[in-house]
């Protein structure tokens, strides 16, 4: 997920449209929070909006419809590393969406279907580096599907159930830097399960509980960019749990209430790459809440409202550095 260059972010002064998406931008856009958004009791509203990040602050403005289309309660958004094509997934209607971006202007365009297959309630996703395989988590069936990716169209093809076992209701799927070993959370089950991923056939093996603890309806899942450290919503007391996380072996240990504030339900978490700033999507108070994080405890301060607008019972959130 790293994208543009925080250093070399700037600004473009150009103001939002009637309908709520970006004019285009004179110089570099600098990065970009994509969140989804869906009403949970009427579905009468699914939407992903963009939302523009100032990197010295954290600070969200100039959010904006991406104008997303096919969606159906959209639960996670993802961007490939080129920040190109988003890929979206839809529980109500077991469908994964893609859609072209506009890097300029954040906006998505020409949606259509993937054309995945084997999806049951899809709750999460994530890529490759290269964009060219997909993982998703299903929540109905607690599987694992991978896909493979046209890089050019953003099609699905040859989808199959990589063999992943001991999840109870798959709610978020994370690989690691060395795309060899994915961490699966479990919403029921409360826990993270570690597998080996083969790397020519996507086939899951040696699943194994990580480890982690303290969690109550865990919901997803973040990691700095080291990989060393792992951040997950738990839903049912509304906390935001931290665990080191050892890369030889994917071990979860130490594992405590980082003490966010301003944080209720919460359900989507994203961290920069440096480790040090987390938003966290509180779906029932409608807002997405940013913290500092101390980088050597793992503990959040200064949290507080992003300051997103649009959101209505929000849900996932994916960060386009």
């Not at 509203?45 to 523009?52: G, P």
């Not at 084997?118 to 109905?140: M, Y």
């Not at 399960?193 to 083969?198: L, Q």
Request: proline fraction near 4%.
């Amino acid at each position: 997920m790293i994208g543009i260059n925080l250093a070399k972010a700037s600004y473009s002064q150009n103001e939002s449209t009637e309908s709520g998406q970006l004019q285009p931008l004179a110089k570099a856009t600098p990065p970009r929070a994509y969140i989804t958004s869906y009403n949970i009791f009427k579905r009468d509203y699914s939407k992903i909006i963009q939302c523009q990040i100032n990197p010295a602050t954290g600070a969200f403005s100039r959010c904006g419809d991406t104008g997303a289309t096919g969606l159906n309660n959209p639960g996670m958004v993802v961007l490939n590393q080129q920040g190109t094509r988003a890929f979206i997934v839809n529980s109500a209607s077991n469908r994964v969406v893609q859609c072209k971006v506009d890097q300029l202007t954040g906006n998505f365009s020409n949606c259509g279907d993937t054309g995945a297959s084997k999806l049951s309630q899809p709750a999460s996703i994530t890529l490759n580096k290269k964009g060219t395989r997909a993982f998703v988590a299903n929540f109905a069936d607690s599987k694992i599907i991978a896909c493979h990716v046209d890089s050019a169209t953003g099609n699905f093809s040859n989808c199959i159930d990589t063999g992943g076992y001991g999840f109870s209701h798959s709610s978020d799927i994370v690989l690691n830097k060395e795309e060899n070993r994915a961490f699966v959370l479990s919403l029921w089950g409360g826990r993270v399960n570690v597998c080996e991923v083969d790397p020519v056939t996507r086939q899951f093996s040696q699943c194994h509980n990580a480890g982690a603890t303290g969690l109550y309806i865990p919901s997803e899942m973040a990691f700095n960019g080291a990989g060393d450290q792992a951040y997950i919503t738990s839903q049912g007391d509304s906390k935001v749990v931290h665990c080191n996380v050892d890369v030889a072996t994917g071990k979860f240990s130490a594992c405590g209430d980082t003490g966010a504030t301003e944080v209720y339900v919460p359900t989507g978490i994203a961290v920069n790459p440096e480790g040090t700033r987390a938003y966290v999507v509180n779906t029932y108070a409608g807002q997405v809440t940013q913290c500092k994080i101390n980088p050597d405890s793992g503990m959040f301060s200064h949290c507080a409202n992003a300051g997103a607008s649009l959101l209505k019972y929000p849900d996932g959130i994916h960060i386009h550095w």
